[in-house]
């Protein structure tokens, strides 16, 4: 064997004794002759540089191969795992599994020696690109879930989750009254999700003042949670002539603190009534604040003449968002086969229905994070398809030397898919790290105002829904996994015989 090795190194060798060594390892490997494979398998690999013509260049690859592949055979059969690591010390034996793929994976991405200085930039604007792609996503869905959230419970605040009220009312806020019992209240607040029940009546008016006059709707109510929250100055109503008036009703009829003022209300006669101010409140919603003074449902009553069980519905709030529909029909089945004592229908709505501009706006706001993030993982998949294209130009010696020591093409695939994976996996991590903190800071600082005449809020809301963070992440791994299959195909087109004759 020795000299017919001699004689291919030499170029002296021809094809038909090439064709006896071939015979020979097919012959099969016994113990003692692990050393002429050794032999063989290094001399093949000088033969690679001074042999001219492409025939006998991949004969020669594919012999290498076949040694490499009888090595590992011998050492699985004869159980001499770690004596197959060292069969081929100078160029390093292939045993064909995942656990070696992660190892050079990670050898070559984390060794400093991997990456050239023509290279490094390159690589580092594609981690820049994942960073970047997954720090907006997430910002973008913490920005239009805060937002979302903080325009609903604005909405709520002003007219709750679901309102039950005469079904013979218009659309106007002189609603017809409806007589509530014990019975009633206590059948809706022993349903699943319900929060909190309360009683409203609503009756439209116009303010006069010395200098001016408004149009505004006057709302009695029992309950004060959402007001007291957004109360700026003053105290809460608690008689039957003081009022609780917004921040731009009181610049624009020039009241104050303590002022009084007149309200008319016109029904079949004109009544006034004397009322008083007791505290100021802003929501931000400028056309909710300008309609709305609040103050005792005992006003109303006193109004219309109605009696002490009379209102205008019944206002009720889950415990949760996500439950709104849900608890929207049981309501509704909990009431509409019953009447009120004096045989009033009753019917059933929620804030959605009530108010159908205001969240179809907000739905246009789900159509905006579709599109930011298809436009960012087409930004993050360029990057990573970049980066991916890079590593593997960057390593051509490298794959030429590997599918010559016999690792076959998706066994070099999947070391660079491995690379591109820890790439990815850099980024998202900061992405995410970057994008946390940044939806952090503006929750706790409010560093970034909004204009709340026309966003309704004097500042980017944020939120922290997790559960959309994380199927983010999972579906832009997935997504970016996809991705790589394309550009490292690229490996299968590198020939080992080619690579070697030009080193």
Same mark, same amino acid.
């Given at each position: 064997?020795?000299?017919?090795?001699?004689?291919?190194?030499?170029?002296?060798?021809?094809?038909?004794?090439? %064709?006896?060594?071939?015979?020979?390892?097919?012959?099969?490997?016994?113990?003692?002759?692990? =050393?002429?494979?050794?032999?063989?398998?290094?001399?093949? +690999?000088?033969?690679?540089?001074?042999?001219?013509?492409?025939?006998?260049?991949? &004969?020669?690859?594919?012999? &290498?191969? &076949?040694?490499?592949?009888?090595?590992?055979?011998?050492?699985?059969?004869?159980?001499?795992?770690?004596?197959?690591?060292?069969?081929?010390?100078?160029?390093?034996?292939?045993?064909?599994?995942?656990?070696?793929?992660?190892?050079?994976?990670?050898?070559?991405?984390?060794?400093?020696?991997?990456? $050239?200085?023509?290279?490094?930039?390159?690589? &580092?604007?594609?981690?820049?690109?994942?960073?970047?792609?997954?720090?907006?996503? @997430?910002?973008?869905?913490?920005?239009?879930?805060?937002?979302?959230?903080?325009?609903?419970?604005?909405?709520?605040?002003?007219?709750?989750?679901?309102?039950?009220?005469?079904?013979?009312? #218009?659309?106007?806020?002189?609603?017809?009254?409806? %007589?509530?019992?014990?019975?009633?209240?206590? $059948?809706?607040?022993?349903?699943?999700?319900?929060?909190?029940?309360?009683?409203?009546?609503?009756?439209? +008016? @116009?303010?006069?003042?010395?200098?001016?006059?408004?149009?505004?709707?006057?709302?009695?109510t029992d309950y004060w949670a959402y007001?007291?929250?957004?109360?700026?100055?003053?105290?809460?109503?608690?008689?039957?002539?003081?009022?609780?008036?917004?921040?731009?009703?009181?610049?624009?009829?020039?009241?104050?603190?303590?002022?009084?003022?007149?309200?008319?209300?016109? !029904?079949?006669?004109?009544?006034?009534?004397?009322?008083?101010?007791?505290?100021?409140?802003?929501?931000?919603?400028?056309?909710?604040?300008?309609?709305?003074?609040?103050?005792?449902?005992?006003?109303? %009553?006193?109004?219309?003449?109605?009696?002490?069980?009379?209102?205008?519905?019944?206002?009720?709030?889950?415990d949760d968002l996500r439950h709104l529909?849900?608890? $929207?029909?049981?309501?509704?089945?909990?009431?509409?086969?019953?009447?009120?004592?004096? +045989?009033?229908?009753?019917?059933? !709505?929620?804030?959605?229905?009530?108010?159908?501009?205001?969240?179809?706006?907000?739905?246009?706001?789900?159509?905006?994070?579709?599109? @930011?993030?298809?436009?960012?993982?087409?930004?993050? +998949?360029?990057?990573?398809?970049?980066?991916?294209?890079?590593?593997?130009?960057?390593?051509?010696?490298?794959? =030429?030397?590997?599918?010559?020591?016999?690792?076959?093409?998706?066994?070099?695939r999947r070391i660079f898919v491995y690379?591109?994976?820890?790439?990815?996996?850099?980024?998202?991590?900061?992405? #995410?790290?970057?994008?946390?903190?940044?939806?952090?800071?503006?929750?706790?600082?409010?560093?970034?105002?909004?204009?709340?005449?026309?966003?309704?809020?004097?500042?980017?809301?944020?939120?922290?829904?997790?559960?959309?963070?994380?199927?983010?992440?999972?579906?832009?791994?997935?997504?970016?996994?996809?991705?790589?299959?394309?550009?490292?195909?690229?490996?299968? !087109?590198?020939?080992?015989?080619?690579?070697?004759?030009?080193?």
């Open positions: 064997m020795y000299h017919t090795l001699h004689g291919l190194v030499s170029g002296s060798v021809g094809i038909s004794q090439l %064709r006896i060594l071939e015979v020979h390892s097919k012959k099969g490997v016994s113990q003692d002759a692990i =050393g002429d494979i050794k032999f063989a398998y290094q001399h093949l +690999g000088l033969l690679l540089r001074n042999v001219s013509g492409s025939t006998m260049r991949t &004969r020669v690859c594919n012999q &290498r191969k &076949r040694y490499s592949q009888q090595a590992y055979e011998y050492a699985r059969y004869t159980n001499h795992a770690k004596k197959a690591t060292k069969i081929m010390p100078n160029y390093g034996f292939i045993s064909m599994n995942v656990e070696s793929e992660w190892k050079i994976a990670k050898r070559l991405y984390f060794s400093e020696e991997g990456n $050239t200085r023509s290279t490094r930039p390159a690589v &580092r604007v594609a981690l820049i690109g994942i960073i970047i792609g997954i720090l907006v996503m @997430i910002v973008a869905i913490s920005v239009v879930v805060g937002f979302k959230r903080e325009i609903t419970q604005k909405v709520a605040g002003f007219g709750s989750h679901i309102q039950v009220v005469n079904f013979d009312n #218009n659309s106007t806020y002189e609603l017809q009254p409806i %007589r509530v019992s014990d019975s009633l209240i206590h $059948t809706i607040e022993n349903l699943p999700h319900v929060a909190c029940v309360s009683s409203f009546a609503t009756k439209p +008016g @116009i303010i006069k003042t010395d200098s001016a006059f408004q149009g505004i709707v006057f709302k009695g007001f007291a929250r957004n109360i700026v100055a003053g105290t809460l109503p608690t008689s039957i002539n003081e009022v609780l008036i917004s921040t731009e009703t009181a610049k624009q009829l020039q009241l104050q603190l303590d002022d009084n003022f007149l309200c008319y209300f016109i !029904q079949d006669e004109l009544r006034v009534r004397r009322l008083h101010v007791v505290g100021l409140y802003n929501t931000c919603m400028s056309e909710m604040d300008k309609l709305f003074i609040l103050g005792d449902i005992a006003m109303v %009553r006193q109004l219309n003449g109605w009696k002490d069980n009379q209102v205008s519905g019944i206002e009720v709030l889950v529909d849900n608890t $929207t029909h049981d309501v509704y089945f909990a009431t509409a086969n019953r009447l009120d004592e004096e +045989g009033n229908t009753l019917y059933t !709505q929620n804030l959605q229905q009530l108010n159908p501009q205001i969240f179809g706006w907000l739905d246009l706001l789900d159509m905006n994070v579709v599109i @930011i993030i298809i436009l960012m993982l087409a930004v993050s +998949g360029f990057s990573i398809v970049t980066g991916l294209i890079i590593l593997i130009l960057d390593s051509i010696s490298l794959i =030429g030397t590997l599918k010559a020591l016999g690792a076959n093409n998706r066994f070099v690379q591109a994976i820890m790439l990815i996996g850099k980024g998202m991590l900061w992405g #995410n790290v970057i994008g946390l903190l940044l939806c952090v800071l503006q929750h706790v600082t409010h560093m970034i105002p909004l204009d709340p005449v026309s966003y309704y809020v004097s500042y980017v809301p944020m939120a922290f829904p997790w559960g959309w963070w994380l199927m983010l992440n999972v579906g832009t791994l997935f997504v970016s996994w996809l991705i790589l299959l394309a550009p490292s195909a690229i490996v299968t !087109q590198i020939s080992p015989a080619k690579v070697m004759h030009f080193e």
